[in-house]
């Protein structure tokens, strides 16, 4: 498994966690800095996979 597909996994799973803290712990700030946390990781290894092709 190559570093990329694990900072995409890693991401998705981080944005899972901000739905948790949305509906669950009732905190938008700490779901909106994980969104943006998630989602940057997700597209750093969208980056890394495009360099490897």
Known sequence: MSIAR???IIGIIL???ALYFGIAK???KMEVVFL???GMIFYVGRIF???SK
């Open 26 to 28: 009732d905190s938008m």
């Open 49 to 51: 996979e495009k360099r």
């Open 15 to 17: 944005v899972l966690e």
């Open 36 to 38: 943006f946390i998630g």
């Open 6 to 8: 694990i900072l995409q």
